[in-house]
């Protein structure tokens, strides 16, 4: 079988679902049923796969798809229906070593796109595991038998009230504004937070995979306008908003502004290391220093890894780490609980501290070190020189500063610092920069930008309208 390559990611699989000729076909779900299923006995003896969907009008088909390939190579099954990604990984892990489990969601991407999540145990696969399987597919090289087919939707209702269950709300009486998205999140956390004594006020919480109101990405300061407004007109302690599938979560202050998600870690790690003195805490190259210093100041241990979701948990179960995140958005709880990317509990957690807390949501954060820092900035650069540029400005710099090259280069400077790196998603290479002072942040931007001009096949655009805004 022969499918585009460009669809089997490094940490799922995804393509265009529209147009003349989609990459992700129910025909490809099939196949990746039966090479994930085939993949799954071979290599974990795997009995048991849980699979779901999310709520996009091409969902419901690719799962169906996919379960007919499960079935195939003698998978037993049972389908979740329309929930959460963390419901899946949720029912997976609690089922252990042989269970894995398996999402249809386009996450926070537009209409046009996919995708298909797959996990193992409380594992995501990714890299070469995903390569493996696309290999089994175009082999045509399949484990065959009958699966059995089983329906359960009470593994979803024991996720929430398990997560719920992790939390022990202060005196505080919270009032919060949920933006779902119209993704699922609605429906499933509204009654949670409300079992917890917590008001909750909707918006877009009816279920709608068209995304009628904007697409579910909480850190998209596009798609948080509305979140932002509300949370401010009806005097809100906070408002929280999940992407697609809630494997990501955001948080908005009073005063209706965004909290980045390593600062959103800072809190969790003080709060963490309360119980738990020093833990381990894992965060991604492209995290504030800021970040790393609140972990040692309260007893921890920091431990910088590589960008990617996948990456992260496999990294913390090395370590023996019960919390890390990246700023992407993805926060991983592992105090008692299985350390995979589950939005719904993160939000419980930060519900939690300021349920004990008289100081506003803003004013707490202002007690964490905050430093002058870009958002991610994404530039577009060909697959196929992505990785040897990124190669050839680690040696550059390298030459000249003190370099960390763990995933790309991440530069330090007297006054900050700067990192590039290939994206492991898209034809992009993508940079972060943070500083004492504006000044340092455009000039540590400016040598970045110089260096990057040596290569015209990629778009400085986005850096330099950075270097702009913060020049203003």
């Excluded at 070593?97 to 537009?110: E, K």
């Excluded at 995903?130 to 038998?145: H, K, S, T, V």
């Excluded at 002072?437 to 950075?466: C, G, H, N």
């Amino acid at each position: 079988m022969q499918f585009p390559s460009a669809v089997f990611r490094k940490y799922d699989i995804r393509g265009t679902v529209t147009g003349e000729n989609p990459q992700l076909t129910p025909e490809l779900a099939r196949a990746v049923g039966m090479g994930y299923g085939t993949y799954m006995q071979r290599t974990f003896q795997t009995e048991r796969v849980y699979v779901g969907c999310d709520n996009r009008p091409t969902s419901p088909a690719l799962k169906a798809a996919l379960i007919e390939g499960l079935l195939s190579t003698g998978l037993d099954v049972t389908d979740l229906g329309e929930v959460m990604t963390p419901s899946v990984y949720y029912a997976s892990a609690q089922h252990g070593a042989r269970a894995g489990g398996v999402q249809i969601t386009g996450s926070h991407l537009s209409l046009d796109f996919n995708g298909i999540k797959m996990a193992y145990d409380r594992f995501a696969l990714y890299g070469e595991q995903i390569q493996a399987i696309r290999a089994l597919i175009e082999a045509n090289d399949f484990e065959r038998g009958n699966g059995t087919l089983t329906r359960d939707s009470s593994l979803v209702q024991q996720h929430l009230q398990t997560i719920a269950s992790k939390v022990r709300m202060g005196p505080r009486k919270l009032k919060i504004v949920l933006d779902a998205g119209n993704s699922l999140s609605g429906v499933f956390m509204q009654p949670i937070y409300e079992q917890l004594g917590i008001e909750v006020i909707c918006l877009y919480c009816e279920p709608d995979g068209t995304f009628p109101n904007h697409l579910p990405n909480p850190e998209d300061p596009e798609t948080t306008k509305d979140l932002e407004r509300a949370v401010v007109e009806h005097g809100a302690d906070m408002g929280i908003g999940f992407d697609g599938d809630a494997d990501r979560c955001g948080i908005i202050d009073e005063r209706g502004h965004h909290i980045a998600a390593d600062r959103l870690l800072a809190l969790l790690a003080r709060d963490m290391l309360t119980r738990l003195k020093g833990a381990k805490v894992v965060f991604d190259v492209k995290a504030s220093q800021a970040l790393e210093d609140v972990i040692r100041a309260h007893g921890g241990i920091p431990i910088m890894w590589k960008t990617g979701h996948s990456l992260m948990k496999a990294k913390m179960a090395e370590e023996g780490a019960p919390l890390g995140g990246e700023v992407s958005g993805h926060l991983f709880i592992g105090e008692d609980y299985y350390g995979f990317d589950d939005a719904p509990l993160v939000s419980l957690k930060v519900l939690e501290i300021f349920s004990k807390e008289t100081r506003t949501v803003s004013e707490v954060f202002d007690t964490i070190p905050k430093l002058v820092a870009t958002p991610e900035v994404i530039v577009s650069a060909p697959d196929d020189r992505k990785f040897q540029i990124i190669e050839a400005l680690q040696q550059e710099f390298a030459a000249e500063r003190p370099v960390i090259t763990l995933d790309g280069a991440r530069v330090s400077f007297e006054h900050g610092w700067g990192l590039v790196r290939a994206s492991n998603t898209q034809p992009a290479i993508t940079m972060r920069f943070e500083a004492r002072t504006k000044a340092d942040l455009v000039a540590i931007m400016r040598e970045f930008d110089q260096r990057l001009a040596r290569y015209p096949e990629v778009s400085r655009e986005k850096l330099q309208e950075q270097i702009a805004a913060f020049s203003a």
